[in-house]
């Protein structure tokens, strides 16, 4: 076997050996501040969920009420595991699968669902950053190409879809995607998108390209640059008429959402969702502190900017969208009173009298006054605000309802650059997060790759490329709708569950606080101990069986828009593509039960490992792809020749320590 060398090109030694035990091998890259650090962990966890589903979820949900389970989840689950995860990466400094394989070797399958995680995300993560590049390159001039309608072909009357619909619905479906009417339809590719996603990609690879060393970088401005933007819309949103009944709608307390199951469900994937718990990001970063880093406080650092964002993100929707629904409230009087109008003109109705004063300007409020006194059955009421608020989020938020409403601004073409540009670097700082829990773990476990880190950089990305070509097709947006809603949910809760059980039943609570005493110099909370015990435990137990029978009773639809109708419509998916769910979520889940088993097959073995006889009639060549050739278990089992040349970058101590009652 050839022997290892150091990365050098990563990190001087001086700079990772900082903070760390001089037993350790100087060769693992550091973060070179912790500001650094924190920013990359905010910019990892901060991502377009806090914008376009948390928002949704919160008004969908009860409100203010919502708000309050969610604290309370971020508190029992969220910051507990969040936690968990950084301190297992710090303490055992490498990615989620040494991570979980110093644990017990029988758990190593946790790290690779992690990754399988990881990766489906990241696929369709970067298809959202390049829609966001499409929209960005086409938001430089005015008036906005989303404006008005284009003319039907060889006609002057207006193309009749986006008659139909609105000029940013058309320009979405019809312009960006050229969507076809099914996902059975695939429609070949769709070249300028997928310029956009080989832009896209370029971008994550170049960051990437030297590890957290130019990632880091990149994050300076990718992680703040949201914020900004952020605060510019609020106090901009916050000028406009409606804004405060948008955000008093929104935060309204219904309390009876308390009752219901599945919003918990969806609170507590969304807790998941947001701070990136088990998709081994979180472990990864962490894994390139020193030691002695105090990670409790990062943990609550972190979550609590997480969640502040997430609110700050909400009110500048529900701004947004309290000044759209205004609009279109107003534009409802509008309709109504000319209805109205003719209506009379022709014949009089009996107790119907127009109101008094200029119609024109009739405003919401005094046409709902008036209302009141109208004999029932005239069918003119005006519908309340929620109603023009709901169901808006992802893609159809960002890119048909906030994109039109930005239309209204004077100086439009400036706000639409500021959205998308933001959208950009919420996407790009979260794919970098992405694609480190992806590469690190597989570094980490496997020497060669190690050894050719920028190859393998280039690789993975150029794969990622190509696995998005499925996206870029006249369907892919429904692929994302189903990659966004079935491959981080359900194997997200399942691998949680599984890290939360695997520190504090099969490693010990007690013995893994011992552990990060030794590392900080004092020991956490106790309560630290019971919550991983009992509280995180029984909770996502709850949550998997909760999201198990959601799975089983629901027939999965997506939402298709129809070209003729101009609409959307809900249709049951093909069995084809049941097919794909279903894998989506068997592949991602499915490495914890097999390693598990190979594991105990191989314990078995060794086990039986005194009889010769055995020996060259073992099935194991199945196995040996998952682990690497310097894995410490096989010489621990006593089943590999032990090969000492290529230490794995490990501190010593800590794999002593951990290891210690595993086998
Ligand atoms: O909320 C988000 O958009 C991201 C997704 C990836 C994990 C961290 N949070
Ligand atoms: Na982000």
Known sequence: MEKSKPDLELGSPGESSLGLLPTEPPARPAWSSKAQYILAQVGFSVGLGNVWRFP????????GAFLLLYLLLLFVIGIPLFFLELAAGQSIRQGSIG?????????????????VVCSFVALYYNVIIAWSLFYLGH???????????PDAPNSTQMEPECARSSPTTY???REALDVSDSISEAGGLDLTLTSCLLGAWSLVCMAMIRGIKSSGKVLYFSSLFPYVVLLCFLIRGLLLDGAADGIRVMFTPKLSIWGDVQVWRQAATQVFFALGLGFGSIIAYSSYNPRGNNCHCDALLVAAINFLTSVLATLVVFAVLGFRANILTQACVGRNTKQLSWLLGNKSIPGLELPVGNLSEFSPSMYSAWYQGVPAGLGMKLK???????????TGLAFIAFTETMTLFPASPFWSVLFFFMLLNL????????????????????APLRRRRTLFTVLSCTLGFLL??????????????????YSATLPLVAVVACEAVAVAWVYGAERFLSDIEDMLGWRPWKLYSYMWRYGSVLAMLCLLLASLINLCLGHPTYQAWDQAKAAKTKLPYPPWAMAILVSLIVVAVLPIPALYLCQLLREWLAWRGGCPSLEGTLPVAEEEEEESPADPEHSANGYLPVQTDDPPEGGEEARATLLGGSN
């Open 56 to 63: 949704y979820l919160c008004h969908q949900n009860g409100g």
């Open 99 to 115: 991570v979980w394989k110093h644990i017990s070797p029988r758990l190593a399958g946790i790290g690779f669902a992690s990754c």
């Open 139 to 149: 938001s430089f001039q005015y008036p906005l190409p989303w404006e008005s309608c």
């Open 171 to 173: 320009f979405w479906y």
């Open 384 to 394: 309340d605000m929620s109603y023009f608020l709901q169901g808006v989020e992802g």
């Open 427 to 446: 996407g790009l700082s979260t794919m970098l997060g992405n694609m480190q829990g992806i590469l690190t773990p597989l570094m980490d476990n496997f």
């Open 468 to 485: 998005g070509l499925v996206f870029m097709q006249r369907s892919g947006s429904y692929f994302v709708a189903m990659f966004d809603d």
